[in-house]
């Protein structure tokens, strides 16, 4: 398979836990590698979506209907079946995992992703309303009708029959305000359909008798993936102020036609990456939907759906980066160069191939800890009656050390949702760079003969993530506002403080290995840091956001990187700590030359393969 053969989810996973998923995450390591994926891919890849008759019918009337291809819908099928996003919210043998569900979800999307040709994005944002409707159906103020409209999407959200299952929209960004939402100009009125006689009685869905909305909305949405929905999410602008809505995509008028519901895709969008996936430029008019939670606390409801989407974004990022590390470690074993005066050698007895190869596992690591830690924390806020145990079972003593109290949970998920999306998609695509640059000519090809060699393709696609649902620069703003703000500033930086100070050993003998030049201890940074946002107001930080954000987010991955190290006693995970902590003091490097070729090529194997290299390889 080409997935890392280090398994950071096992940190957060209680054992019996971990025995009952790994037989199927092993079977899907290898279900989304068959050849009849990769055809999907292809397809979905050469069969781009486009607009019958350039969105005109044969009288040159606007007419929107999207066609997209076999392959597409066939990986979104494979998606909807195997239940990447229903497995959050299954009432079977999933909820025994408790707060550790999420774990298991994402590390079955972080094998899939590579492989999806980005049907996982309509998947991101279906996970992010499932989780913004079923908060709504808990709460005992619901009016019965909202109720059975919002009963009826979240079933569809959590299915796994392709002929019944939804994915959804999320629709914000505006050509005014891109990501700030503050600039909104789509309007919605309140207008029953009986007052209006622009928007005749309709229902959302005819076979269930779910009727439409009361709300009218129009505007222009500059920029909506997953155009092929089912249903969206969106922000509009009432007397009230900015406010949520959910709308279904289609409406069936008493004749029993089906249209769109008040949507005229304009164009579709031409992209770097992501081809695949139809993103367009939506008018709407008319467009009836469902007030969500209160008017004008719009932004509020939504950021439950950035906190799934953020986290998906992440996630996505590194299943790119695993898959072309996959490659790349496979490549190494059967690529064959010369080594000077007639001598040929595998790239993997080449010292400086080894080394950076070492170098890209060990950041793929730290990254795929704070992703997945991220997720845990995630996990414990959906479920927090069951933080310590599951089934009856306690929960790992270094994960223990790990877990936040109770009153923690919500101001560290609040903090590390962004940090965490920033950092990882950002690091990620160098990373993905250096994997494509590994092969040579070769990785910079777009292979569609051979789909598993596609690094170009993971490359392009992953561009996007260090850019929707937020930019670094937005997000490392977020982040810093989220530390100031007057009220749950002060819970964030506390629950920060808890993690680094008790996760990171106070004595100096159980690091006392490796560079002893290292002058970098995230402790340290950690305390000056927090002694920065303490001494300066918001507007005085801003400008170092981003230099705030990587601090605290080596911190924290410096302190995960410790639990791995107490988990797993190895000295691959150790040696990955001690150059995490020595590249930090700009010393990377200098212990391993210090030991000799010998010596520092079986380490870095030991990183990059876990092992002694064995075995062929699928090249």
């Known amino acids: 398979m080409f997935v890392s053969h280090h398994s950071p989810p096992t940190v957060f996973l209680p054992p019996d836990i971990r025995t009952a998923v790994e037989p199927e995450l092993a079977q899907l390591g290898e279900d989304v590698l068959s050849d009849q994926i990769f055809a999907w891919i292809t397809d979905a890849e050469r069969n781009k979506p486009y607009l019958r008759g350039a969105g005109r019918d044969a ?22 079946c195997n239940g990447f996003v229903a497995a959050g919210y299954d009432h079977g043998a999933v909820s025994a995992y408790g707060p550790f569900a999420r774990v298991v979800q994402f590390f079955r999307l972080h094998l899939w992703t590579a492989s999806a040709a980005n049907v996982t994005c309509p998947s991101a944002m279906q996970d992010g309303a499932a989780r913004l409707l079923q908060l709504h159906l808990a709460r005992s103020d619901l009016d019965p009708t909202r109720r059975m409209v919002f009963e009826n999407a979240f079933r569809h959200l959590t299915s796994r029959d392709p002929a019944t299952a939804w994915t959804s929209g999320q629709w914000m960004t505006e050509r005014t305000g891109g990501s700030d939402v503050s600039l909104t100009e789509t309007l919605a009125r309140y207008r029953p359909s009986s007052a209006d006689p622009n928007n005749p009685p309709g229902l959302a869905s005819a076979e269930e008798g779910i009727p439409l909305g009361p709300w009218s909305v129009s505007g222009f949405k500059w920029f909506s993936s997953a155009t092929d929905s089912a249903m969206t999410i969106l922000l509009a602008r009432t007397p009230r102020g900015i406010t949520a809505f959910f709308a279904p995509m289609r409406r069936h008028d008493p004749s029993a036609r089906s249209e769109l519901n008040g949507v005229r895709i304009q164009r579709l969008k031409h992209k770097f990456g992501t081809q695949s996936l139809p993103t367009a430029e939506l008018e709407l008019d008319g ?22 989407t953020r986290i998906h974004s992440a996630v996505a990022a590194l299943g790119y980066l695993g898959r072309g590390l996959g490659v790349a470690r496979a490549y190494a074993k059967v690529r064959v160069v010369g080594a000077g005066r007639g001598r040929r050698l595998p790239l993997t007895e080449s010292p400086l191939h080894m080394r950076t190869l070492a170098a890209m596992t060990a950041d793929y690591h730290g990254l795929l800890l704070l992703t997945f830690f991220t997720s845990y924390v995630l996990g414990l806020d959906e479920h927090p009656a069951s933080k310590q145990t599951h089934g009856g079972g306690s929960i790992p003593s270094v994960l223990a050390a790990l877990t936040p109290d109770t009153a923690s949970v919500a101001p560290l998920l609040r903090v590390l949702t962004p940090l965490c999306k920033a950092y990882v998609c950002k690091n990620s695509v160098p990373l993905l760079y250096a994997c494509m640059e590994s092969l040579g000519g070769l990785g910079y090809m777009l292979n569609e003969e051979t789909e598993y060699l596609n690094v170009a393709r993971l490359f392009r696609d992953c561009g996007v993530l260090a850019i929707w649902e937020g930019t670094t620069d937005v997000l490392s703003t977020d982040f810093v506002r989220a530390l100031k703000h007057p009220r749950g500033g002060r819970e964030c930086l506390d629950a920060l403080d808890r993690l680094i100070t008790t996760g990171w050993p106070k004595d100096a003998a159980e690091m006392e290995r490796g560079d002893q030049s290292s002058s970098w201890c995230p402790l340290t940074s950690w305390q000056a840091t927090r002694a920065l946002l303490e001494a300066h107001s918001q507007d005085e930080l801003i400008g170092d956001a981003r230099q705030i954000l990587w601090s605290v987010a080596e911190a924290i991955i410096a302190v995960l990187l410790y639990s791995d190290v107490r988990r797993d006693g190895g000295e691959a995970a150790r040696d990955i700590l001690d150059r995490f902590v020595a590249q930090r003091s700009r010393h990377a490097g200098s212990s391993p030359q210090a030991q000799g070729y010998t010596a520092t090529l079986q380490r870095d194997k030991a990183i990059v393969y876990g092992g002694a290299v064995a075995g062929t390889s699928r090249l």
């Open 59 to 80: 009288f040159g009337r606007p007419r929107s209907h999207l066609v997209v291809g076999e392959g597409w819908r066939r990986l979104q099928e494979f998606g909807l």
């Open 287 to 308: 467009m009836r939907a469902w007030l969500v939670g209160e008017d004008g606390r719009g932004v509020n409801e939504i950021a439950t759906v950035l906190t799934l």
